[in-house]
């Protein structure tokens, strides 16, 4: 079923509509809350929150072509809102190998593997790392696949501070990989 007729199922009732509806859009809030609070259990606590919310106003999404930056933006103010409550930012520390998420791909070998998983965690760490700004540009950019259009509509920037902003995000992020692979010598020195 299409998502713009979905949604006016939702809109009109439709308990099995809004259930497709959840399950089709589950994985991304919980992944994006995941990275925004950086544990896996007030990432799921999250999700049903943030849904909660969608459900609750659902009517306000009058174009369903904006409909998942429109649910991105309820994750996104969840999300700030935890974190305000919690009065922390995530934590910086390894995320456990149970924790992520299976990246195995037909043809892999284990040593592959494992450096792909390496290389995950240490993304992950370098994100956590960032300050909230550059850590939000990333996520919703390059994570999530916003748009730079409608990232700034979400936050109410124009588009070429977005721009660069994300640019900076991503030097930020290359320089603190750089730094947590060679020590601090290896991001030219300068901060």
Known sequence: MELPE??????DGDEMAWEALVRRYQARV?????HFVGSRDDARD???????KIYRHLASCEDPRRFESWM???ARNACRD???RQKARPPAQDVPIEEMHDLSAPGLAADELAHLQTRKRLV???LAELGEINREILLLKDIQGLSFEEI???LDLPVGTVKSRSSR????LAGQIRRMVSGPEAAGGAR
């Open 72 to 74: 991105l933006s309820i």
């Open 30 to 34: 919980c992944g994006f809350a995941y």
């Open 82 to 84: 935890f974190l305000r």
């Open 46 to 52: 999250l999700t049903q929150e943030i849904f909660v």
């Open 152 to 154: 700034a509509s979400m």
């Open 124 to 126: 992950h760490r370098a």
């Open 169 to 172: 995000a991503r030097l930020a």
């Open 6 to 11: 979905l949604l006016q199922y939702c809109q």
